[in-house]
């Protein structure tokens, strides 16, 4: 290799000018789709890409509320009466949304993974997926293609039921997330007046079928990593509940629309700074991201509770871990940060004065309520990202914790705190409301 002629070495980029050594043709670190090349940046052929994935999760939420429900009540729909749906319709109307919603939530995984492997090589001065699209925009899509077409082997030794469950329910937890999130003033699938009670019992799912995925497989490697990812879940889900009541207690209300609607003037991040840090902490456990990547400590146990797993019973735990990463920080804002108010919104509520244009029933007005909503969610996936990206920021600079480090934390540390936010929360109440 090191008599290779320059004439065989191809040239490498300008702020790389180290590779300039004699590399063979057979290591191209160039693409060989989309024709994107280092050597030509194409900024306006990056922006244009990395805009329609986001553009494609903006369209499936938004289609999910306004153009499903306006195509189902159309005059002469035989799915509503009056613009209300029949008893066919509110189930046609709830199997749609769903379609649309795990679209949604797959293409906000997708977009995650791309995001998260884009920013780990800025920090770690390498250039991450630049294959498949300009700046390897679609490489997760060729990702997710490649895994639906790997083979999805099942251990002989497994309970195949159990073993097929387990991911499952896993992706059913994060999944489930989604009903209750109010992405805008009228968009949310599922307006309950214990949206926060839902989030604990949704998210508790998920540690029973990350347990029965490692038990399922009759591997000890895996059985351990199962047990371990349980204790992790269980542990910190006790602050982290404790932390979502503190909101219902200082708003008064357990429905997720209220306590956003109760944060026009100010959020509840200020006076709930502590129980806002101990959910952000406990939400990297729950995701299981660095510092809190124990339960698939590639380096101790193979790949945790999921080791045996190939195929798309992988791709479920890979898509739901993924989903949460854009979920928990979702319900952060919903809950901590004005969900989709704007900032400053007691001065000037730009989302209120488009959505009053119009006589009340009129297609104008309608059509207002959507921009207003439309305008809503816009502000909610852009604080959304920001949360997203400060988890990304940790899980680029932290080292992982030893488990009992991990769980010494969880008890010793979180819990007391979100005991204390809890308590202020209540003195808070008690005085000012």
């Known amino acids: 290799m090191s008599n290779i002629s320059s004439k065989n070495s191809i040239k490498a980029p300008s702020d790389r000018p180290f590779l300039n050594r004699a590399l063979p043709k057979d290591r191209h670190f160039r693409p060989k789709l989309g024709g994107y090349n280092p050597n030509k940046p194409n900024l306006l052929a990056k922006i244009l890409s990395y805009g329609a994935l986001f553009l494609l999760m903006f369209s499936m939420i938004a289609a999910m509320f306004s153009t499903v429900p306006w195509l189902f009540r159309m005059e002469g729909s035989p799915l509503a009466v009056h613009g209300q749906f029949t008893v066919a319709g509110s189930i046609i109307y709830a199997i749609t949304a769903s379609v649309f919603a795990f679209l949604a939530v797959a293409v906000a995984a997708l977009i995650l993974i791309l995001l998260l492997r884009k920013y780990l090589a800025v920090v770690q001065n390498r250039y991450g997926p630049v294959h498949n699209g300009p700046g390897g925009a679609f490489q997760t899509i060729a990702d997710a293609f490649k895994l639906v077409s790997k083979e999805d082997f099942m251990p002989g030794d497994a309970d195949p039921w159990v073993f097929t469950l387990a991911p499952v329910m896993v992706f ?14 009228d968009w949310v699938l599922a307006d309950i007046n214990v949206g926060l009670l839902f989030i604990i019992a949704a998210g508790t799912l998920g540690a029973y079928g990350v347990l029965v995925a490692g038990w399922s497989v009759n591997n000890k490697f895996s059985l ?3 047990l371990r990812a349980t204790a992790q879940l269980v542990s910190y889900e006790i602050p982290l509940a404790i932390s979502l009541l503190s909101v219902g207690i200082w708003v008064g209300s357990l429905n997720l629309a209220d306590i956003v609607e109760a944060q026009r003037n100010w959020w509840c991040f200020i006076p709930l700074f502590i129980s806002a840090v101990v959910y952000l902490i406990a939400s990297l456990a729950e995701i299981k991201m660095t510092p809190f990547d124990l339960p698939e400590a590639e380096s101790e146990l193979i790949a945790g509770f999921h080791t045996e797993y190939s195929g798309m019973r992988f791709g479920f735990f890979f898509v739901a871990e993924f989903a949460e990463l854009f979920l928990l920080p979702a319900i952060a804002v919903v809950l901590f940060f004005g969900g989709y108010q704007q900032p400053l919104a007691f001065l000037v509520d730009f989302g209120a004065i488009i959505g009053s244009i119009g006589a009340e029933g009129s297609v ?6 959507l921009l207003a909503n439309s305008y809503g969610l816009f502000w909610f996936l852009a604080k959304t990202a920001i949360v997203s990206w400060l988890i990304m920021w940790i899980r680029a600079t932290l080292p992982r914790f030893r488990d009992d480090q991990l769980m010494e934390l969880c ?3 979180l819990i007391p705190l979100s005991i204390f936010g809890l308590f202020i929360a209540i003195i808070l ?5």
């Open 429 to 433: 109440r008690l005085v000012f409301k």
């Open 224 to 226: 351990l990593g199962g």
């Open 364 to 369: 104008l007005h309608q059509f207002s309520r």
């Open 411 to 413: 008890w010793k540390v």
């Open 172 to 185: 059913v937890s994060a999944f489930l997330l989604m009903a209750v999130i109010p992405f805008g003033p």
